[in-house]
């Protein structure tokens, strides 16, 4: 991509100027070769007809633009000896035939005006309007040499000029005033009163310039006389002199357009002012934008921003160039009109142009082609430079008459222009916008606002050069423009708005890492101050390619490693406290297991203390087998309830059922018959079951001294749990231990004790929720 866009400027480029100076060869080609005489554009002289009798072969061409390169080209040209002398000197031309006198006076219409005039001074105090051709600078040097004397320079005459038109009596290419500075011929043309200034004046001699030989028809000098112009060979003025030094003359008269524009006519103030600046204001712009272009080609990484910023500068190089070649071609020609379309070959190019540079600041470094929405400005663009260069046919851009000999100077915009313009400006705000929404994502936003500043300043110009507002209009669109979008990239490029690498060797000598950039032939470019390192085992070295080369850096790990050790250190630590800490826990939970093993053994033996200190006394005293086997019943069933204590605090109604027909059955082998009836349906606290089976025991053994019978009902319901047993009456009454009614009292229980006629009541109950044994 990099090399075909670089095959295809410079051909095109070079057939570009070649077609150019063609049509410049071609277009500059007289009419009538060695036939033409190009005399000066003066209604107020018969010289062209006289040179009609004095060389009736040749044809009359009028211009104000009496080119040395004329005598060359065949053109026999009318000049005056300030210019002749040192053309001869030069060799521009061979010949030079002087022929008349135009002495440079004051023309007074003495029926318009009595002010007394002697000098040229007394102009400024007239009090009239004065007519002075502009265009004529041996005027002012005439002037400026009666003001000064030989050794003249341009201050007083400037100074006078300036004053009047202040003034405002200076009235510019008019002959019609009551007081003209013209020359002696025009003011007895004009029917003038002639005035030589008492300061003195200078008299040209005005003849023919050319490369070859002239062969008049008649007496010269009788035929200018009779043409009412004064011959070379006549008598001066008095008080108008010739010119003595040409080159004095000429080198002030080179300053003469520059002065007049600037401090008479005050404009031209941000401009090139005259052919010479205009030259020189095209080098220095040419050289500025050659080294910027090099230089871009050099700061620039972005591959697809590289491309249009030197696309930039080749369009601003060719403007440039186009400019420089208009002001050496006649104004009259073809080629100076279509040079002077040209320009708007550039103008909307380079909006274009800048749009695509704003679009590729942010794209990935591969993509360099304009997206496919950048169509349709470059259409408009090319539409509008196509309308631009068929102008001559339509008149739609510029309206001027061609049939005229000046129409260069008398011409005026048409739609097209302002449409020309108007998508300029539009281009440039699209690229103002495209900036601002890029600029919104980057942290250094105040960076932006010179760029986007320049841009919109470039985008005021324009508006103002359409409303023709002096400080635009009287500028250089060339330079101007192509100033204002250089400065925006360039600003950009400062600003980083653009990726640049300008920094970089000042970035890698201060760069706290070892890093380098080496070519392809392994070459270092840039370096940091920190030497790499290849062995050492606090630093990894890193490689990647890039284009054209590769990248080293290294990176100092020394903290690392030391990181790295110091947790390897505290691991080994945490590893030998962890295995004691082990061993601890492990022994605490020994000593614990000991603890707890005990305090349950010691709990136990507090819950069966009682029932073996019994049994041991019912063995003393000889009991029955059945007693001492229902109290080793009760005493294992007493001790499981104590261990499901310390799982759960809720005993399954179907096992305190199991407990109790376990009882009832054992009695039985004591020839004591009891009979359960009934169950609880719910699950009950364990407390309250266990006191529930200690009663019940207590009735069984009680039942069994006595020798009774016994019915035992079970029930849950009505917001109690209760056991109810019924015996036969004349039994000594049954009598619950202190410590059991102690316990029943403190858990919510009720012990009841009732007296029927043939039998003998007992009921525990308690309440289904609530109490002690809840908690």
């Known amino acids: ?19 150019l100076i063609l049509f410049y060869g071609c277009a500059s080609a007289p009419g009538t070769v060695g036939g033409t005489v190009a005399c000066s554009e003066d209604e107020y002289t018969a010289y062209p007809d006289v040179i009609s009798q004095l060389l009736p072969d040749y044809t009359i061409k009028r211009t104000g633009n009496n080119d040395f390169a004329w005598p060359a080209q065949g053109t026999v040209t009318e000049v005056c000896d300030a210019q002749a002398i040192p053309a001869l000197e030069a060799g521009l031309a061979e010949y030079w035939y002087p022929q008349y006198l135009a002495a440079v006076v004051i023309a007074a219409d003495r029926g318009r005006t009595d002010a007394e005039l002697c000098r040229w001074h007394d102009l400024a105090s007239a009090g009239v309007r004065i007519g002075f051709n502009d265009k004529d600078n041996l005027l002012i040097t005439a002037m400026a040499y009666g003001l000064e004397g030989e050794a003249f320079t341009l201050r007083g005459a400037v100074k006078l000029l300036a004053g009047l038109q202040a003034k405002g009596l200076l009235a510019r290419g008019s002959y019609d005033a009551p007081l003209v500075i013209c020359y002696d011929y025009q003011a007895a043309a004009l029917g003038m009163e002639i005035i030589i200034p008492q300061e003195g004046t200078l008299a040209f001699v005005k003849g023919l310039l050319s490369n070859q030989p002239l062969d008049f028809a008649g007496d010269a000098d009788a035929c200018i006389a009779a043409a009412g112009l004064r011959p070379a060979s006549a008598a001066d003025y008095e008080g108008a002199d ?25 404009t031209r103030l941000y401009s090139s002012a005259d052919g010479r600046e205009h030259l020189m204001l095209a080098l220095l712009y040419i050289l500025l934008v050659t080294i910027w272009t090099a230089t871009v080609i050099r700061r620039v990484m972005h591959t697809g921003v590289r491309y249009p910023a030197i696309l930039l500068g080749v369009l601003l190089l060719g403007w440039a160039v186009l400019r420089l070649m208009k002001y050496q071609v006649p104004d009259d020609g073809t080629l100076n009109r279509y040079l002077w379309y040209g320009y708007y070959l550039f103008q909307p190019a380079l909006p274009l142009v800048l749009l695509w540079l704003a679009w590729s600041v942010d794209q990935p470094e591969g993509r360099v082609k304009p997206p496919k929405w950048f169509a349709l400005p470059a259409a408009a663009t090319g539409a509008l430079i196509a309308l631009v260069f068929t102008n001559d046919l339509h008149n739609w851009v510029f309206r001027f008459d061609l049939s005229q000999p000046k129409w260069y100077s008398d011409y005026s915009h048409a739609f097209g222009y302002y449409v020309v313009l108007a998508v300029c400006i539009i281009l440039v705000l699209a690229v103002i916008a495209i900036l601002l929404i890029k600029g919104a994502r980057n942290p250094r936003k105040i ?24 400080l635009a209009w009287e500028s250089d669109s060339a330079v101007v423009i192509g100033l204002l979008a250089l400065l925006s990239v360039e600003t950009a490029l400062y600003t980083g708005m653009i990726p640049a690498n300008t ?3 000042q970035l890698f000598a201060h760069s706290s890492l070892a890093m380098q950039i080496a070519d392809s032939n392994g070459n270092v470019v840039y370096t940091s101050a920190r030497c790499l390192s290849r062995h050492n085992e606090d630093a990894l070295l890193f490689s990647t390619p890039i284009a054209g080369g590769h990248i080293l850096w290294q990176e100092d790990i020394a903290a690392l490693n030391r990181l790295h050790r110091e947790v390897e250190a505290q691991a080994h630590r945490l590893t030998a406290t962890n295995a004691l800490l082990t061993k601890e826990s492990e022994v605490k939970r020994a000593i614990e297991e000991e603890r707890v093993r005990s305090q349950l053994l010691l709990q136990l033996e507090a819950e069966v203390a009682g029932n073996i200190g019994r049994l041991l006394d019912m063995i003393d005293n000889r009991e029955s087998a059945a007693r001492i086997t229902l109290l080793l019943c009760y005493t294992k069933r007493r001790c499981n309830l104590f261990f499901r204590g310390l799982e759960t605090q809720l005993l399954p109604p179907d096992e305190l059922t199991i407990c109790i027909d376990e009882l009832a059955e054992l009695a039985g082998h004591a020839n004591v018959r009891i009979v359960t009836a ?14 529930l089976y200690d009663f019940f025991y207590s009735a069984v053994d009680w039942a069994v001294t006595e020798g009774l019978g016994v019915l035992a009902s079970l029930d849950s319901g009505r917001g109690t749990v209760s056991i109810r047993l019924l015996t036969s009456a004349g039994a000594r009454p049954f009598q619950a231990e202190e410590s059991l009614a102690a316990a029943i009292a403190s858990a919510g229980g009720t012990l009841a004790l009732k007296d029927l006629d043939d039998a003998a009541g007992i009921i525990l109950s308690f309440p289904e929720t609530g109490g002690e044994a809840d908690g």
């Open 447 to 470: 960076g932006f606002v010179l760029p986007l500043g320049l841009c919109a300043l470039l985008a005021a110009w324009g508006v103002a050069f359409i409303l023709r507002i002096p």
């Open 242 to 266: 010739r010119v003595k030094d040409y080159d004095h003359l000429n080198t002030v008269y080179r300053d003469i357009d520059r002065a007049v524009r600037r401090n008479v006519l005050r």
């Open 678 to 691: 009934g169950q609880i349906k719910t699950p009950m606290p364990l407390r309250r079951a266990t006191l």
């Open 503 to 505: 920094r970089h060797r």
């Open 1 to 19: 991509m990099r090399k075909s866009i670089g095959h295809r400027i410079g051909p095109t480029a070079a057939l570009a100027l070649l077609c």
